[in-house]
């Protein structure tokens, strides 16, 4: 299973190793791109990027430690994103199913992430090596605050709501996600259809969850760590799955 890490800066503190109860603030779609391999040749992949908020870590001002993963968005069985969203719900989805499943449950579900460090010239670099459900007798503390973003390229699930939330983030990872989102085929679909389109309605979490940056190694270079999160008054409000 690939591991996602996230560049360390001089002001970074990589969130600590081991198993950590999370929750899920960011869901971005980036879009379908071409992936060149020499191993396994040239391959369009829908990528997207997860980021986490750890209930039991802290920052050095209260709010809680944030790490990031990017991942191809992919359905099939054998998939990365598959298998934790298979671990993570404890669901053993039929093809069908996940076909058809809206991954905005993703939101109200905590899960438990396992970290992993790795050491190197620049200094020491986070991974998220895993993504599993929380055990049964494990106790997920809701997060007080948190800036949720769940951005998805689909006609039907597009929120400009949503996507100008990117510009939230540092510049430099900004600019990355939109240069992705802007230059794939889901987006010119989008532009094509005339206006941008209408959000489905509001959308929230279930429960009222009170509520670094990674890259897959061998996928997406490198970010710069994830930027401190400023509260929101509210996370967006929930729709039903179709």
Not at 67 to 85: D, Q
Not at 91 to 97: A, N, Q, R, V
Not at 163 to 172: G, V, W
Not at 219 to 234: F, K, N, R, T
Request: aromatic share 8%; net charge negative.
């Amino acid at each position: 299973m690939p591991k996602y890490r996230a560049k360390t800066s001089n002001s970074y503190k990589p969130v600590p190793e081991g198993a950590h109860v999370a929750w899920l603030i960011h869901f971005i779609d980036k879009g379908t791109h071409l992936d060149r391999s020499e191993q396994y040749g040239d391959k369009e992949k829908r990528l997207g990027r997860l980021v986490f908020a750890l209930a039991d870590e802290q920052m050095d001002d209260g709010r809680p430690m944030t790490i990031g993963m990017n991942l191809a968005l992919s359905g099939h069985v054998k998939s990365t994103f598959r298998k934790h969203c298979t671990k993570w719900m404890a669901k053993g989805f039929t093809d069908k199913e996940f076909d058809a499943w809206d991954e905005r449950e993703l939101f109200n579900v905590p899960c438990l992430i396992t970290v992993v460090h790795r050491a190197n010239d620049d200094g020491v670099f986070a991974y998220v090596a895993d993504v599993s459900a929380c055990p049964r007798s494990m106790v997920a503390t809701p997060l007080q605050t948190a800036d949720y973003i769940f951005l998805s390229l689909d006609a039907d699930k597009f929120d400009p709501a949503e996507y100008a939330k990117i510009d939230q983030l540092s510049e430099r990872l900004a600019g990355q996600i939109k240069d992705a989102v802007e230059t794939s085929p889901e987006w010119r679909d989008l532009v094509a259809g005339g206006d941008q389109a209408e959000p489905e309605g509001e959308w929230h979490t279930e429960d009222p969850l009170p509520a670094t940056d990674e890259q897959p190694v061998d996928e997406v270079p490198a970010d710069e760590p994830e930027p401190e999160l400023e509260p929101i008054q509210a996370p967006p409000v929930r729709q039903q799955a179709r």
